[in-house]
């Protein structure tokens, strides 16, 4: 019983870890992370000092009045995508644990399952998607052939990318072939219907699905939070997926002499 | 001809659209993409009508404007949902995004290519400026109720009147 007792902070502070590291891989603001990390440490009686990067995170741990009873670090393996499945589950877990006091065992519990929320399935998101672009390029003003031809390209560049992700290819070759890809899709039934067709919306919206909006969200609200750091390095992030849209389009455009 | 009123209740609806689209892609809960729905279809509303010519609001306003709508509303909504409140405000405001700006921005860079007159500077840095603020306006909007309660938890915040203005 001493000896579980004594452990305690150690398990605390690798649970702690596993919660920062599945928040920042699901795309929360550095604040959210803060803030979940700091209401589980203090459901257990202790403070949290969390220091974090876009791929690393420590955290040391205190006892009032007494020193740093734990001290840890986590590399992240890949940059920060989107999964609000996985923020909600936690911000759940961490109320939970304030106000219903569960045991460290039962947090632990939840967080192990983390890697296992289910995602929709790819036909569905691919779908989904599509209506997203389509309905973009309808408020930028596309008529419905537009919108066609922007939901064709959307699924066809997402398929792309979700095949590209699978097999582990660096995020911004990804962004840099969807986006060929699917511009490619509006460049060539450009080139079916005819020169007279102008598909400037379509092309402007078929690759949308790829712009980083979560990232970009994420870098403004960081810096106006004050996490200066991080907030750049999330927005050079983004406009480095920007940068890869504008080469693969850049590319088509070359390609078909449209430039 | 489609009357305004009618255009902006169409675009709005696409802007819903929009919204459970990108919630899909983000892997958002089942049980908030209602809420999403209905947060796209306000974001829509609230900017197509700060854009009308009689209210004159400029693309930057009407974009700040949607998103301060969504991040007060998106506060009674995830205490209704259970959800984090970024989880419905971020994709609800992802319509907003400035897509056309930043795609002409992009071409614009592209063009320098071959291309060295004066405009095409100009017009190059005017749509990068306007993607850059409409992107900080709508960040600003979402966490405007954030910075105005100053609070750590939404939890704690309700719409109510204080307790000495209700009538005993």
Redesign the interface.
């Known amino acids: 019983m001493s000896n579980e007792k004594s452990d305690e902070p150690a398990r605390l502070g690798n649970l702690l870890l596993q919660t920062g590291v599945a928040l920042i891989k699901s795309g929360a603001g550095s604040s959210r992370v803060i803030k979940n990390l700091s209401r589980f440490a203090n459901a257990y009686g202790y403070e949290a000092n969390v220091d974090l990067a876009t791929r690393n995170i420590s955290i040391s741990l205190h006892k009032e009045k007494r020193g740093n009873i734990f001290s840890g670090s986590r590399s992240i393996a890949s940059l920060p995508g989107a999964n609000f499945r996985v923020i909600s589950v936690i911000s759940r877990l961490s109320w939970d644990v304030m106000e219903k006091k569960i045991s460290l065992e039962e947090y632990a519990n939840v967080i192990n399952q983390v890697p296992d929320i289910p995602t929709y399935k790819r036909n569905v998101i691919l779908f989904f998607t599509g209506i997203a672009g389509s309905a973009f390029c309808y408020t930028f003003g596309g008529n419905v052939m537009e919108m066609v031809l922007t939901f064709l390209a959307t699924v066809i560049g997402l398929f792309f990318k979700q095949e590209l992700v699978i097999k582990k290819y660096n995020p911004f070759m990804v962004t840099f072939g969807s986006a060929m890809l699917a511009s490619a899709v509006i460049a060539i039934s450009s080139k079916v219907l005819g020169v007279e067709t102008n598909l400037e919306h379509a092309f402007a919206t078929s690759i949308l699905f790829l712009i980083p909006g979560v990232l970009l969200i994420n870098s403004f609200v960081d810096l106006l939070d004050g996490h200066i750091i991080n907030g750049i390095d999330r927005g050079t992030n983004a406009l480095m997926h920007a940068f890869s849209i504008a080469a693969g389009l850049a590319t088509v455009l070359y390609i078909f002499k449209m430039l | 001809m489609m009357p305004d009123w009618l255009e902006i209740i169409?675009?709005a609806f696409?802007?819903g659209?929009?919204?459970?689209?990108?919630?899909?892609?983000?892997?958002?809960?089942p049980r908030?993409l209602l809420a999403i729905f209905l947060g796209g279809i306000l974001a829509?509303l609230f900017k197509f009508t700060v854009l009308l010519p009689e209210v004159g609001g400029g693309i930057i306003m009407a974009s700040a404007a949607a998103a301060a709508a969504i991040g007060f509303a998106s506060i009674p909504v995830s205490h209704w949902r259970?959800?984090?409140p970024?989880?419905i405000s971020?994709?609800a405001?992802?319509?907003l995004?400035p897509?056309?700006f930043?795609?002409?921005t992009?071409?614009g860079?592209?063009?320098f290519i071959?291309q060295t007159e004066a405009e095409v500077l100009t017009a190059t840095a005017h749509n990068g400026a306007m993607t850059f603020f409409i992107?900080?306006a709508?960040?600003?909007g979402?966490?405007l109720p954030m910075?105005l309660f100053r609070i750590?938890?939404v939890?704690k915040v309700n719409y109510s009147l204080p307790e000495r203005w209700k009538r005993k």
């Not at chain 2, 659209?17 to 809960?29: D, E, R, S």
């Open positions: 169409f675009k696409w802007c659209c929009a919204a459970i689209g990108f919630a899909v892609l983000f892997n958002t809960p908030a829509g259970h959800v984090p970024v989880v971020i994709p405001v992802i319509p995004i897509g056309s930043a795609y002409r992009m071409l860079l592209i063009s071959n992107i900080l709508i960040s600003l979402v966490t910075l750590e938890s939890k």
